[in-house]
């Protein structure tokens, strides 16, 4: 079979992006561009790699063999390419993604723990949501993940072998709420309250599921805003513009003119807060990482 790095990176970013078209807009190709090295790799492995769906593109059983040798040679590669140019790291890398709720207090407080703990790993970081980070993790484009589940917290892809997947916190769903007008001086709202209320949500599917509206709300919550990051959201709030959803654990960064109400009426919403990794043994950086990421939380 003959195969080049760059049609191997391809099928890579597809497995993880889960089209064609995500896929070139990840490697500034166009999608013509990677549809022929599709073909062109299917051809060559003599086996169909790619299961076209109207839903985007998975591996089947063959694509998957090949994505496992695709990673160890694509590390080798670069391996090589760091001896050639002395560019060997010192350190041991991780690669960590996180869901975007983890960023603002986890993300940091985890990378300064990690400097006092293990100096001797440097951690890269990217935002996803949770089942574009499993993705990531499968293809070997990330090493470890901070997800997110709800119950009844099914396994966080339906691929086989599971994930390696350990508990790290759980934590409720609050509406934050502007500290003046309709909840001025209140810690609690009762669920019907809410349902006339303007919300401040981001765009959300049900492949990849975002907070915003409350997920317990009767009937169709009135979205006012959308925004994405949870600096625009919680400001938004402080403006007096509308409410939103947040974990209860991103209290430490809510903004003056902002409080947290607890929901009654439903039951709590809860959300369990993961590290996954590919099954097997971890290395000694990425226990570090894990280790950090928990204690993080228990402290």
Same mark, same amino acid.
């Given at each position: 079979m003959d195969v080049s790095s760059t049609s191997l990176r391809v099928l890579c970013q597809i497995a993880e992006s889960g089209s064609f078209t995500a896929a070139a807009a990840q490697l500034g190709y166009t999608q013509s561009a990677v549809s022929r090295q599709a073909v062109a790799l299917e051809r060559s492995a003599g086996a169909t790699l790619f299961e076209r769906?109207? *839903?985007?593109?998975?591996?089947?059983?063959?694509?998957?063999?090949?994505?496992?040798? !695709?990673? $160890?040679?694509?590390?080798?590669?670069?391996?090589?390419?760091?001896d050639l140019t002395g560019g060997t790291p010192r350190t041991e890398l991780v690669r960590l993604g996180?869901?975007? @709720?983890?960023?603002?207090v986890l993300l940091p407080a985890v990378l300064a723990r990690l400097a006092r703990t293990a100096p001797r790993v440097r951690v890269t970081t990217r935002e996803g949501t949770t089942p574009s980070l499993a993705r990531a993790l499968r293809t070997g484009s990330i090493d470890i993940a901070v997800l997110t589940s709800r119950p009844p917290h099914r396994p966080p892809d339906g691929e086989s072998p599971r994930l390696h997947v350990t508990t790290a916190h759980d934590t409720e769903l609050v509406?934050? !709420?502007?500290?003046?007008?309709?909840? !001025?001086?209140?810690?609690?709202?009762?669920? *019907?309250?809410?349902?006339?209320?303007?919300?401040?949500? $981001?765009?959300?599917?049900?492949a990849e599921p975002l907070l915003g509206v409350w997920p317990g709300l009767p009937g169709r919550g009135r979205i006012v805003h959308s925004a994405r990051d949870w600096l625009t959201k919680l400001h938004l709030v402080?403006?007096?513009?509308?409410? $939103? $959803?947040?974990?209860? @654990?991103l209290s430490p960064i809510v903004p003056p003119g902002v409080i947290s109400l607890q929901v009654q009426g439903a039951p709590p919403e809860i959300r369990r807060v993961l590290v996954a990794r590919l099954p097997g043994t971890a290395t000694p950086a990425i226990t570090a990482v894990t280790q950090a990421i928990t204690s993080t939380f228990q402290s």
């Amino acid at each position: 079979m003959d195969v080049s790095s760059t049609s191997l990176r391809v099928l890579c970013q597809i497995a993880e992006s889960g089209s064609f078209t995500a896929a070139a807009a990840q490697l500034g190709y166009t999608q013509s561009a990677v549809s022929r090295q599709a073909v062109a790799l299917e051809r060559s492995a003599g086996a169909t790699l790619f299961e076209r769906r109207t *839903d985007g593109v998975r591996l089947t059983r063959p694509g998957l063999t090949l994505l496992r040798h !695709a990673r $160890t040679i694509l590390e080798s590669v670069d391996a090589a390419e760091r001896d050639l140019t002395g560019g060997t790291p010192r350190t041991e890398l991780v690669r960590l993604g996180y869901v975007p @709720s983890a960023g603002p207090v986890l993300l940091p407080a985890v990378l300064a723990r990690l400097a006092r703990t293990a100096p001797r790993v440097r951690v890269t970081t990217r935002e996803g949501t949770t089942p574009s980070l499993a993705r990531a993790l499968r293809t070997g484009s990330i090493d470890i993940a901070v997800l997110t589940s709800r119950p009844p917290h099914r396994p966080p892809d339906g691929e086989s072998p599971r994930l390696h997947v350990t508990t790290a916190h759980d934590t409720e769903l609050v509406v934050a !709420a502007p500290a003046t007008g309709t909840f !001025a001086g209140r810690t609690s709202v009762h669920v *019907d309250e809410l349902v006339d209320a303007p919300w401040i949500a $981001t765009h959300s599917s049900s492949a990849e599921p975002l907070l915003g509206v409350w997920p317990g709300l009767p009937g169709r919550g009135r979205i006012v805003h959308s925004a994405r990051d949870w600096l625009t959201k919680l400001h938004l709030v402080a403006g007096g513009l509308g409410v $939103t $959803t947040i974990p209860e @654990s991103l209290s430490p960064i809510v903004p003056p003119g902002v409080i947290s109400l607890q929901v009654q009426g439903a039951p709590p919403e809860i959300r369990r807060v993961l590290v996954a990794r590919l099954p097997g043994t971890a290395t000694p950086a990425i226990t570090a990482v894990t280790q950090a990421i928990t204690s993080t939380f228990q402290s």
